[in-house]
């Protein structure tokens, strides 16, 4: 039986799968890429595995993560979906590494798309402060 169950697809009683997303456009030519996430839960639907592959990938097999967030865009609605995912196995030092990345990706990203670097330096402050402070709380516990 498949039901819609927080944005994911239930395949099985454990394995979730999101909803495979394409296409991803290359620059060098029109080409279509499927990426699939699929997520492991147990009994009481926490995340245990997250796995994912890309089609045209440099990488074969399936890869594995810890943690992951995806973010659309409606432009019709001008809102945006967020799924925000980790496993029992996420650790807090790690979790500080994970949003500081991903905080200067998306400041690098913001640069490419808008040239305001007055707002991208903004983003890259507040991501070097916010782990700063993570490790100092490490520290402390």
Do not use: C
């Amino acid at each position: 039986m498949i039901e819609h169950t927080n944005g994911l697809i239930e395949m099985t009683p454990k394995l979730y799968r999101l909803l495979t997303f394409a296409p991803i456009i290359i620059l060098s030519g029109m080409q279509k890429s499927t990426i699939t996430i699929d997520v492991t839960l147990d009994p009481n639907k926490m995340v245990q595995e997250i796995s994912w592959n890309a089609s045209g990938s440099a990488a074969d097999d399936t890869q594995k993560a810890k943690a992951m967030m995806l973010a659309l865009w409606d432009g019709q609605e001008k809102s945006a979906m967020h799924i925000e995912l980790w496993t029992k196995e996420m650790m807090v030092d790690e979790m500080g590494d994970f949003f500081y990345q991903t905080l200067m990706t998306m400041a690098n990203t913001y640069n490419r798309a808008t040239k305001q670097t007055a707002l991208v330096q903004d983003i890259q402050k507040f991501a070097e402060d916010f782990y700063k402070k993570s490790r100092e709380l490490l520290q402390k516990s």
